[in-house]
């Protein structure tokens, strides 16, 4: 869509950073969720979710130097830097802390409001008018919006 010319050696570029970074958040969250989950034993729902975003900051953080390899191995081949001279630890700890808590906010606030998601999409599957009708309500005020 943005016309540019696909290389199909070039997707595969960052792979192994990239599949390396997965499996070791895969990891951290299995095993932080474990220890935070007997640790703290929550109760409540809100407790639950609070525990899970806290894991997902966790293991962002846990595999954040994947990121950086991942980075390292994209640079244009033309303008490689050094690793000394890419890496800025100020950069990196405030991309890493602030990817970490959007990315454990946003796990959280999803699985406190995936009940009432759920809810609402199987009462608007029993009544398929009211949902039609408030689709078209939707796209009506968005096109008002837009002009």
Aim: with cysteine; aromatic share 14%; net charge positive.
């Amino acid at each position: 869509s943005m016309g540019w010319e696909i290389n199909p050696a070039l997707l595969y570029q960052a792979y192994i950073p990239t599949v390396a970074r997965d499996i070791v958040y895969g990891w951290a969250r299995g095993f932080v969720g474990g220890a935070l989950g007997s640790a703290l034993a929550p109760e409540s729902f809100f407790a639950k979710a609070t525990v899970f975003g806290i894991t997902v900051f966790a293991a962002c953080i846990i595999s954040s130097p994947g990121n950086e390899w991942r980075g390292y191995t994209l640079q244009p081949k033309d303008r490689t830097l050094p690793f000394a001279e890419y890496f800025k630890p100020v950069n990196y700890v405030r991309s890493t802390g602030v990817g970490a808590t959007i990315m454990g906010i946003a796990l959280m606030v999803g699985m406190l409001v995936t009940p009432y998601a759920e809810m609402l999409f199987s009462y608007l599957k029993e009544h398929v008018f009211v949902g039609i009708a408030v689709l078209a309500a939707i796209v009506l005020l968005f096109t008002k919006l837009a002009k």
